[in-house]
C-alpha cells in the first residue's frame, strides 16, 4: 500500500501477556518512530530507527518494552508482561532520510491496545 | 535533549475569532520545529514546520506561526476560526539528531 500499515488495529488481552504490534512503512523511507497516545497525554516518544543505525531507545518506558526493526523495513513492537498502564494507541510513523528537514511523518492509524 | 511545552491544553474559540495555540520549546541546538493537526478519529497531519528559513511560517488552512529564538517561542495562529479547525494540536521539536519529540496537545474547540 502507499501509506504506513500498523497491525492489529485493535487488541484486547490480559494483564500479564506478551503482545506484538507490527508496522510496515512506506517504501524507501528509512525512518522509523514509534510513539504511544494515551488519553489526556499527548504523543510520548518511544524509540527511533533510522537506516542501519543503532535505534534511540531513550523513550522505551521500562525492560518490558523492545522494538525491532528487520531489514530496514517492517518494525515490531513487543510490550512483555503486560500492565493496565500500557493501555494506549500505538503509532508508528515513518519518514524519508532527514525528517529534521522535512518535517514529513507519516503516521498509521495506529493499534489500539487495552490491557484488561 | 530537546522537548516542547504547550502551555494550554484546551483552547476555546467561537468561530471567526482568532485563534492562539502556545508553544514554547527547549533546545540546545538550532532546532527545526512543527506543528501537527489530529482531527477525530483522523491520523496526524503536518500543518506547518520552521527549519531555518523566514521565521514566520504559512501552513495549511490559513494556519501560521512564528518563530522567535529569544522568547523560545512558536506559537501557532489563525485569523479567524472555523468549526472545522476543531480538532488536537501538537507541536513538534527535532534537533540534529533527527528524533522528533510532541508536546502534549492542545485540544482546541469551535463555537458556532
Known amino acids: 500500500g502507499a501509506g504506513v500499515s500498523q497491525s492489529p488495529s485493535n487488541k484486547v488481552t490480559e494483564k500479564g501477556k506478551d503482545v506484538e504490534l507490527r508496522c510496515d512503512p512506506i517504501s524507501g523511507h528509512t525512518a522509523l518512530y514509534w510513539y504511544r497516545q494515551s488519553l489526556g497525554q499527548g504523543l510520548e516518544f518511544l524509540i527511533y530507527f533510522q537506516g542501519n543505525s543503532a535505534p534511540d531507545k531513550s523513550g522505551l518506558p521500562s525492560d518490558r518494552f523492545s522494538a525491532e526493526r528487520t531489514g530496514g523495513s517492517v518494525s515490531t513492537l513487543t510490550i512483555q508482561r503486560t500492565q493496565q498502564e500500557d493501555s494506549a494507541v500505538y503509532l508508528c510513523?515513518?519518514?524519508?532520510?532527514?525528517?529534521?528537514?522535512?518535517?514529513?511523518?507519516?503516521f498509521g492509524e495506529g493499534s489500539r491496545l487495552t490491557v484488561l | 535533549a530537546q522537548s516542547v511545552t504547550q502551555l494550554d491544553s484546551h483552547v476555546s474559540v467561537s468561530e471567526g475569532t482568532p485563534v492562539l495555540l502556545r508553544c514554547n520549546y527547549s533546545?540546545?541546538?538550532?532546532?527545526?520545529l512543527f506543528w501537527y493537526v489530529q482531527h477525530p478519529n483522523k491520523g496526524l497531519q503536518l500543518l506547518l514546520k520552521y527549519t531555518s528559513a523566514a521565521t514566520l511560517v504559512k501552513g495549511i488552512n490559513g494556519f501560521e506561526a512564528e518563530f522567535k529564538k529569544s522568547e523560545t517561542s512558536f506559537h501557532l495562529t489563525k485569523p479567524s476560526a472555523h468549526m472545522s479547525d476543531a480538532a488536537e494540536y501538537f507541536c513538534v521539536v527535532s534537533e540534529g539528531n533527527n528524533d522528533m519529540r510532541f508536546g502534549a496537545g492542545t485540544r482546541l474547540t469551535v463555537k458556532p
Open positions: 533546545s540546545s541546538y538550532s532546532p527545526s
Open positions: 510513523a515513518s519518514s524519508l532520510f532527514r525528517p529534521r528537514r522535512t518535517g514529513e511523518l507519516f
